[in-house]
């Protein structure tokens, strides 16, 4: 807000600030959520938890220092970490990750972020909006690969505004130091290029926890990307008795997700052999929190493409949003994929300010057959963002609108006057 005070109506204003001060905030604001996942809320609860270092000894059995604990079943939730890439030069090189950046005391001058997935794009613009010069190094020709062509090109349009040095299409070859100088070595069209920088953020995905437990010596089954092979009912394809969730589980890698899945865990747990309750996926939101946020749920356009999957496009423009144009945020977009012809919604992607929670009355909608009507009969309050689903929904109602209703209509008008 601050960088955009003129727009605003403010004509002049300055922020002081410590960068050690902001880390304090974040470690303030991690101490006050922890007791939601805490020991002591989770005895209050009637759960038996203990401290400690576990293996899985068999089936039925788990020993944690040193005492054995048999058991029905057993779930694994050991989640990941960050992957470090085996780049030559990099055990030189004191990395930060998503997990230990957070121990910083002083804002880098120059601050490398390898990786342009969801995770390197917010450290990226967060750290550039602190006083860092951030370069961004992808390999891929565009940031956030997973998103349609439009969504990647605005978020870049955004970097490239605020100042980020965007390097895509370069591949990380080495880590190197030279003249007392950190460097990283890319290949970018056939040619080397020398990229200098103070400190790196390594962010290319995450590596499922699955070492050192017992799961080798069990033989459980791990998938091609490292995680645990399940079932449809989150039960591991030898042991029927010990399940996965989580990131250690996958398919998908979200805090949100994780939760979902482990609700099927316990009560499956409980309930089989006699009952039990597939892991549904069907409807599963996601959202990254650059700015302008990108949240989505369901398939996006490149994906009903590349899966032969008919569909419509509705879009909305967030310029046009009253409440947006106030808020001086007006950018960004609705686009509803709809089955052909129907209201039902196949997918949602929306980019723009507070993506995140706009996109949860379509989270609703797919989740409980709510199609593109009764969004638009729906009275939304004004001004407000959420007022974009119901214009989203309105650009659909019109495109369904055929020539001959409009010829039939104008007939009609006609016939009345």
Request: a neutral charge.
């Amino acid at each position: 807000d601050v960088s955009r005070a003129k727009d605003l109506g403010f004509k002049n204003v300055n922020v002081d600030f410590d960068f050690s001060d902001i880390m304090a905030r974040v470690h303030r604001v991690i101490q006050t959520i922890e007791p939601h996942d805490s020991v002591e809320r989770y005895t209050k609860l009637g759960v038996d938890c203990i401290r400690g270092t576990a293996k899985i000894l068999s089936p039925h059995e788990i020993e944690v220092n040193g005492t054995k604990i048999t058991t029905k079943n057993i779930t694994i939730a050991t989640g990941a970490k960050p992957y470090i890439p085996p780049i030559e030069g990099i055990d030189n090189i004191d990395v930060l990750t998503s997990e230990n950046l957070w121990q910083m005391k002083s804002l880098p001058k120059r601050l490398l972020v390898l990786g342009g997935g969801p995770i390197g794009c917010e450290l990226a613009q967060s750290f550039q909006r602190l006083g860092s010069q951030v370069t961004l190094v992808e390999r891929n020709e565009c940031i956030m690969a997973r998103e349609d062509e439009e969504v990647s090109r605005l978020i870049q349009e955004a970097f490239v505004k605020e100042g980020i040095d965007l390097r895509l299409g370069h591949g990380a070859q080495r880590f190197f130091v030279e003249n007392n100088q950190k460097f990283l070595e890319c290949e970018h069209r056939g040619e080397k290029v020398k990229i200098p920088f103070d400190q790196v953020i390594i962010s290319i995905g995450r590596k499922a926890n699955t070492k050192g437990f017992g799961l080798e010596e069990l033989g459980i089954d791990l998938n091609d990307n490292g995680t645990i092979k399940v079932d449809s009912f989150l039960r591991t394809t030898k042991y029927k008795n010990i399940y996965a969730c989580g990131d250690v589980a996958g398919p998908y890698q979200f805090t949100h997700t994780a939760s979902h899945q482990a609700w099927y865990c316990a009560v499956n747990a409980m309930l089989k052999p006699f009952w039990g309750f597939k892991a549904d996926y069907r409807v599963i939101p996601w959202c990254t929190y650059t700015d302008p946020e990108v949240a989505r749920v369901g398939l996006s356009e490149s994906e009903a493409m590349a899966q032969g999957i008919p569909f419509e496009v509705s879009t909305y423009g967030i310029d046009d949003l009253d409440r947006a144009i106030a808020d001086e945020s007006a950018q960004g977009f609705v686009k509803v994929l709809t089955q052909p012809k129907k209201d039902k919604i196949l997918g949602v992607t929306i980019v723009g300010s507070h993506a995140g929670d706009i996109i949860a009355e379509y989270v609703t909608a797919m989740k409980y057959g709510i199609g593109m009507n009764k969004i638009l009969g729906t009275i939304h309050i004004y001004p407000t963002l959420a007022e974009a689903n119901k214009f989203a929904a309105g650009a659909w109602k019109q495109s369904q609108v055929t020539p001959q209703t409009l010829k039939w209509a104008e007939r009609w008008h006609t016939f009345r006057r």
